[in-house]
């Protein structure tokens, strides 16, 4: 059955998935049942259509999250449902275009589109419009059943599809501010950004402190200060120029307080009390696709209205679990070193992730030629660098700004590094000639990142860069889901709260913690014994009352 639903009081073609339950709701559904009859239905919904609805084998749909949380509270009846989400199947075809349905409707099956938007739709058209919608997204299934490679649908209801139905439990159960502190904290920094004005103005004047060209007649016309100039040649206020010679006079340290708190109240602090619904949670809205303005290349997932994967640390005492239950976290070790060692098969990286070792300070040692027991922090922490430079496809130039050596030093760190680790190198070389060939990389599920001639063609080097990069960064992600869907089978009652990187973010009842513990142990070993993978899989558990004060529970 193929379904489509328009709402009113949001642009479903703009905001996608970014359903405000209290903002939006349904005014008409376009239905398609197995046996190829088309109908429009306007609210309030027979309970005859819903359950035509709930009973049919499989729906097909376009951004599923969005029509889905749109028929209503109880969505039990998808989880013995095949949910068949044509935009994520479009993001399977090609990661790299839009997966906006109209876009699609072009670019794929070569249609003439009347309405790019709903809100270009007049009333008397929102049949037409809605229908339409049904017979593009009927198509294009019917496209990727015979062009979709039969791997990619195996990931799909592997992968994409039970983790699509985790996160509409998870934007529907939200996630919970404290109010009363959000308040203080909004409050205070008010008052923290108004004494640094006025300080501030204290030494150079009444300016307008968010005006480039007033700050450079102040401290370059009348403080004579040496200011940085940009490839225009004009004179630079940046955060970089500051931190230059932000010694030179006491005021360029207050400037630049200023701008850390005028940053944190517009970014972070004022914006999130638009998304704070009545009953105190923020529902944002998780990206499995790369929507414009929003989304990855890489399976890595990301989120929007709000960022919650952004967050800082400050920011995250915000977050609390409701009264009876806790925040329980858990974050993957070093997952970016383990599959390059997992893939690479180096022998003596194999071993010294076996025996738990500091991988960092294990490679220090090799990269510095030095016993373990004498490898200095500053000589870790350089090494990590090098490790993450070279995964994520960085540069000696890179690591030289970062680190303050010079280009030279850090040449012979990423060739030291290279030089310790022959396999690796291999692998890094075999994966950018292979994804050349091939025109994409696989990643650990068969996700494909593809890199088609003209990218090549137009920089070699960056290509080269993010094709291993798309390697390490696509099996992570799929990696994580994988693992999350895996344990939730697991689970009763588990409700995702958000997830960042490499981390999920649960909301659980208090005397669960040690079961569910557990589990995920079983979880790990039993994903780690399906893949065949040849390090450990290994993480922190954390567990808290809010999100910034997570304790680690058990290091393993």
Not at 281 to 301: D, K, P
Not at 511 to 527: A, I, N, R
């Given at each position: 059955?193929?379904?489509?639903?328009?709402?009113?009081?949001?642009?479903?073609?703009?905001?996608?998935?970014?359903?405000?339950?209290?903002?939006?709701?349904?005014?008409?559904?376009?239905?398609?049942?197995?046996?190829?009859?088309?109908?429009?239905?306007?609210?309030?919904?027979?309970?005859?259509?819903?359950?035509?609805?709930?009973?049919?084998?499989?729906?097909?749909?376009?951004?599923?999250?969005?029509?889905?949380?749109?028929?209503?509270?109880?969505?039990?009846?998808?989880?013995?449902?095949?949910?068949?989400?044509?935009?994520?199947?479009?993001?399977?075809?090609?990661?790299?275009?839009?997966?906006?349905?109209?876009?699609?409707?072009?670019?794929?099956?070569?249609?003439?589109?009347?309405?790019?938007?709903?809100?270009?739709?007049p009333p008397q058209d929102l049949?037409?419009?809605?229908?339409?919608?049904?017979?593009?997204?009927?198509?294009?299934?019917?496209?990727?059943?015979?062009?979709?490679?039969?791997?990619?649908?195996?990931?799909?209801?592997?992968?994409?599809?039970?983790?699509?139905?985790?996160?509409?439990?998870?934007?529907?159960?939200?996630?919970?501010?404290?109010?009363?502190?959000?308040?203080?904290?909004?409050?205070?920094?008010?008052?923290?950004?108004?004494?640094?004005?006025?300080?501030?103005?204290?030494?150079?004047?009444?300016?307008n402190l968010n005006s480039p060209?007033?700050?450079?007649?102040?401290?370059?016309?009348?403080?004579?200060?040496?200011?940085?100039?940009?490839?225009?040649?004009?004179?630079?206020?940046?955060?970089?120029?500051?931190?230059?010679?932000?010694?030179?006079?006491?005021?360029?340290?207050?400037?630049?307080?200023?701008?850390?708190?005028?940053?944190?109240?517009?970014?972070?602090?004022?914006?999130?009390?638009?998304?704070?619904?009545?009953?105190?949670?923020?529902?944002?809205?998780?990206?499995?696709?790369?929507?414009?303005?929003?989304?990855?290349?890489?399976?890595?997932?990301?989120?929007?209205?709000?960022?919650?994967?952004?967050?800082?640390?400050?920011?995250?005492?915000?977050?609390?679990?409701?009264?009876?239950?806790?925040?329980?976290?858990?974050?993957?070790?070093?997952?970016?070193?383990?599959?390059?060692?997992?893939?690479?098969e180096d022998q003596e990286l194999?071993?010294?992730?076996?025996?738990?070792?500091?991988?960092?300070?294990?490679?220090?040692?090799?990269?510095?030629?030095?016993?373990?027991?004498?490898?200095?922090?500053?000589?870790?922490?350089?090494?990590?660098?090098?490790?993450?430079?070279?995964?994520?496809?960085?540069?000696?130039?890179?690591?030289?700004?970062?680190?303050?050596?010079?280009?030279?030093?850090?040449?012979?760190?990423?060739?030291?590094?290279?030089?310790?680790?022959?396999?690796?190198?291999?692998?890094?070389?075999?994966?950018?000639?292979?994804?050349?060939?091939?025109?994409?990389?696989?990643?650990?599920?068969?996700?494909?990142?593809?890199?088609?001639?003209?990218?090549?063609?137009?920089?070699?080097?960056?290509?080269?860069?993010?094709?291993?990069?798309?390697?390490?960064?696509?099996?992570?992600?799929?990696?994580?889901?994988?693992?999350?869907?895996?344990?939730?089978?697991?689970?009763?009652?588990?409700?995702?709260?958000?997830?960042?990187?490499?981390?999920?973010?649960?909301?659980?009842?208090?005397?669960?913690?040690?079961?569910?513990?557990?589990?995920?142990?079983?979880?790990?070993?039993?994903?780690?014994?399906?893949?065949?993978?040849?390090?450990?899989?290994?993480?922190?558990?954390?567990?808290?009352?809010?999100?910034?004060?997570?304790?680690?529970?058990?290091?393993?």
């Amino acid at each position: 059955m193929v379904i489509d639903i328009e709402s009113q009081g949001m642009d479903i073609e703009e905001w996608g998935a970014s359903l405000h339950i209290d903002r939006g709701f349904p005014i008409g559904i376009g239905v398609k049942d197995d046996e190829e009859n088309i109908g429009f239905y306007y609210a309030p919904f027979s309970g005859e259509l819903i359950k035509k609805i709930q009973d049919s084998d499989s729906l097909v749909v376009h951004n599923a999250k969005f029509d889905i949380r749109m028929l209503g509270k109880n969505k039990n009846f998808l989880y013995n449902k095949n949910i068949i989400d044509t935009a994520l199947l479009a993001y399977l075809y090609d990661e790299t275009t839009s997966h906006r349905l109209k876009k699609l409707a072009k670019s794929i099956l070569k249609c003439d589109v009347e309405f790019n938007s709903y809100k270009d739709v007049p009333p008397q058209d929102l049949e037409k419009y809605c229908l339409k919608d049904i017979d593009y997204t009927d198509k294009l299934f019917k496209f990727f059943i015979n062009n979709l490679h039969s791997s990619l649908w195996e990931l799909y209801y592997k992968i994409d599809e039970p983790f699509l139905k985790i996160l509409i439990g998870c934007e529907d159960r939200g996630i919970l501010v404290d109010q009363e502190k959000y308040l203080k904290m909004k409050v205070d920094l008010l008052k923290k950004r108004e004494e640094i004005t006025c300080s501030i103005k204290n030494l150079i004047g009444d300016i307008n402190l968010n005006s480039p060209k007033q700050l450079v007649d102040v401290l370059y016309t009348q403080l004579n200060m040496k200011l940085k100039k940009t490839k225009k040649k004009n004179f630079s206020v940046s955060e970089d120029s500051l931190e230059s010679i932000k010694d030179e006079h006491p005021v360029i340290g207050l400037i630049l307080e200023y701008r850390k708190q005028e940053k944190l109240l517009n970014t972070f602090i004022s914006p999130l009390s638009t998304y704070i619904q009545s009953d105190g949670r923020v529902r944002a809205n998780f990206h499995q696709t790369s929507v414009e303005g929003h989304g990855t290349v890489t399976a890595r997932l990301s989120c929007s209205r709000p960022n919650l994967q952004n967050q800082p640390k400050f920011v995250r005492e915000l977050f609390v679990p409701e009264k009876g239950k806790i925040f329980w976290d858990v974050d993957l070790s070093q997952i970016e070193v383990r599959i390059p060692a997992h893939y690479s098969e180096d022998q003596e990286l194999v071993k010294a992730i076996k025996e738990g070792k500091d991988i960092h300070t294990w490679i220090a040692s090799r990269i510095y030629n030095k016993e373990e027991k004498d490898i200095l922090e500053s000589e870790r922490d350089i090494s990590k660098m090098v490790v993450f430079l070279i995964l994520y496809g960085g540069q000696e130039f890179t690591l030289a700004k970062r680190t303050g050596l010079s280009v030279e030093d850090s040449v012979y760190l990423i060739q030291s590094f290279f030089n310790s680790f022959p396999m690796l190198e291999e692998l890094i070389q075999k994966v950018r000639q292979t994804a050349k060939e091939r025109g994409y990389v696989k990643n650990l599920f068969k996700r494909r990142r593809h890199f088609p001639p003209e990218v090549w063609e137009k920089d070699s080097s960056k290509t080269d860069r993010q094709a291993f990069n798309s390697l390490i960064q696509s099996s992570a992600g799929d990696l994580l889901k994988y693992l999350c869907i895996t344990f939730f089978k697991k689970t009763k009652n588990s409700c995702l709260v958000n997830t960042v990187h490499d981390e999920l973010l649960l909301e659980i009842e208090e005397d669960c913690v040690e079961e569910y513990s557990c589990l995920w142990k079983e979880t790990l070993k039993e994903v780690e014994e399906e893949l065949n993978f040849k390090v450990p899989l290994e993480s922190k558990i954390k567990i808290g009352k809010d999100w910034k004060n997570l304790k680690v529970l058990d290091k393993k």
